[in-house]
């Protein structure tokens, strides 16, 4: 059983070509050695404002469940709707950002994004980010399905970066699980950015962690 991530297609493919324009026009204007997590930020902000919804960056996840501790996790962005003008209804979204780059492609520390969004109970619509620079590809497994499961055992342990596990482990046990589950798919692709939904899953799976990425 899964928590569905619940923004339109249109809503979502409006998203990405938000974004995506958005890095394009920044290259152009000479940008791009300057581009990075925060600054991609900015466009997220700027469309979910524009379709009605409040943003906060930073988020603290304790304020937004009291449970757990406060200042483990924090949400680079969250929108939700505050308004009834608002052309997505209840929306509650949580936004990780990476920026992939020659020197940091963050491939592991995806991990710990995952970890982050599919942490809460509740309805949320839970988004992973991911966006490149013109030096880079996206590895490939960013454009399949995949269902992965983190705690203490062998498929937490593929993850090869020690420094990311042990966040991980962290982050789950300021919550107080010992495993959380999730189903991460590409929701959205444009040549530079990929928006990967990411739904919490209830029961735990038999699938394996591929090392790699």
């Not at 880079?136 to 596990?165: C, M, W």
């Amino acid at each position: 059983m899964r928590q569905p991530s619940s923004l339109s297609h249109d809503l979502t493919s409006g998203l990405a070509d938000a974004i995506s324009h958005w890095i394009a026009y920044k290259q152009r204007c000479g940008f791009e050695g300057l581009l990075s997590e925060s600054m991609l930020v900015m466009p997220i902000a700027e469309y979910f404002i524009g379709h009605g919804l409040a943003v906060t960056a930073e988020q603290d996840l304790y304020r937004l469940v009291q449970k757990g501790k406060s200042g483990v996790i924090n949400y680079d962005l969250v929108a939700e709707n505050r308004s009834s003008s608002s052309s997505l209804g209840e929306a509650k979204i949580l936004v990780e950002v990476k920026f992939m780059t020659a020197r940091g492609q963050n491939h592991a520390r995806l991990h710990s994004d995952f970890v982050k969004l599919a942490i809460p109970e509740g309805q949320f619509t839970r988004f992973a980010v991911v966006a490149r620079d013109l030096n880079v590809s996206f590895p490939s497994f960013l454009k399949e399905t995949k269902t992965y499961s983190y705690g203490g055992g062998a498929q937490h342990h593929a993850i090869g970066n020690t420094d990311v596990r042990a966040s991980i482990a962290g982050k789950l046990e300021a919550y107080g699980l010992e495993e959380v589950t999730c189903s991460v798919k590409p929701a959205a692709e444009r040549e530079n950015v990929v928006i990967l939904a990411v739904d919490r899953m209830e029961l735990p799976t038999s699938v394996r962690l591929d090392a790699s990425t």
